[in-house]
């Protein structure tokens, strides 16, 4: 085989690509890992990661991946910070190529591009990002503890994160376009309830406001719009939470994988095999209920062994 040849392709990184490299690649293989345009996955727009075990005090996301990174490196495995833009699975060895066309080829591969949460891009989105704005209230609500924050949505998964935050924040607000409700009748009912939930409705979010002092960024306000009567006003906020769902990135695949309509890819059972024998897919992009950095390395570690004996099964010795 040609120099841009290995046993097993990563496309993605984050916990789930760096987890099956290390175990891929701790197993004798030759592991490359295309790392995309976000190396390190979504964990290196988190600010503190307090929820994987290992991590007494914390640990910074990007510090985490870095880790991660070096882990997998130390048994062999090797990086590419380059981003597959096309595939063929039609044929073995299968082909991949990168955005200058490039071409790799692989025997087996395993798909851990992730998921990205749908933003609303508005101004200050991305400066905040990790200051007080945050995309998963399971994994930054402990941040917020007796403060005032906002829950930007109106389906379930805002419904969910307005309930869940209200065991950390004081008060939590739901901001929603309409004053009808995506979310199910018992997910909004059980919001209703909550003495410690109130709702803005027919209201968008157009900006979020804050400090910037020497770098130390902090979300105080979010720019409020009334759909009705379009005035806008600006409320403090202590946190706001964009819980508008997710997409998982796995447009590169559309027609070949099967895949669910939202577009997360559909394993086989419970192991990390996809319709396309020796193609293989762990972490976010093809889990739409978990989505944690912990989760997302317990299949990384699935899709690896899975690789591993099916190419024992295919090629015989592996090494």
């Not at 130390?216 to 379009?230: P, S």
């Not at 950095?293 to 015989?316: F, N, P, Q, Y």
Request: glycine share 10%.
């Amino acid at each position: 085989m040609g120099q841009n040849h290995s046993t097993i392709a990563i496309i993605g990184s984050g916990p789930a690509g760096f987890t099956a490299a290390l175990y891929a690649s701790r197993a004798n293989l030759d592991v490359v890992i295309f790392e995309g345009l976000q190396p390190g996955g979504q964990l290196t727009i988190t600010t503190e990661v307090e929820n994987y075990p290992g991590f007494e005090h914390g640990i910074m996301g990007p510090e985490m991946m870095e880790v991660f990174r070096k882990q997998a490196h130390r048994f062999g495995a090797r990086s590419i910070y380059e981003l597959i833009s096309r595939v063929d699975f039609s044929k073995r060895p299968f082909t991949l190529w990168n955005e200058k066309g490039t071409e790799y080829t692989a025997d087996a591969v395993i798909v851990a591009t992730g998921a990205s949460a749908k933003l609303l891009g508005v101004p200050g989105e991305q400066e905040f990002m990790g200051f007080g704005v945050s995309a998963c209230a399971t994994c930054d609500g402990f941040f917020f503890r007796g403060l005032h924050v906002y829950v930007i949505g109106g389906g379930d998964t805002a419904m969910e994160e307005a309930n869940y935050l209200t065991r950390f924040a004081e008060h939590v607000t739901v901001v929603h376009r309409r004053e009808e409700f995506r979310a199910s009748k018992i997910m909004v009912d059980r919001v209703k309830a909550n003495p410690k939930i109130s709702l803005m409705l027919n209201s968008v979010v157009e900006e979020y406001v804050g400090t910037n002092d020497n770098g130390a960024k902090k979300l105080t306000h979010i720019r409020v719009k009334d759909t009705q009567t379009g005035v806008e006003r600006l409320v403090e906020a202590d946190g706001a939470f964009v819980a508008i769902g997710h997409q998982p990135n796995t447009s590169l695949f559309t027609n070949l994988i099967d895949m669910d309509q939202t577009g997360y890819i559909q394993t086989q059972g419970k192991s990390s095999y996809t319709n396309i024998p020796g193609v293989f897919a762990c972490g976010d992009a093809q889990d739409s209920v978990y989505r944690q950095a912990i989760t997302a390395a317990g299949s990384g570690c699935m899709a690896a062994i899975d690789a591993e004996r099916w190419l024992e099964a295919v090629h015989g010795s592996t090494h």
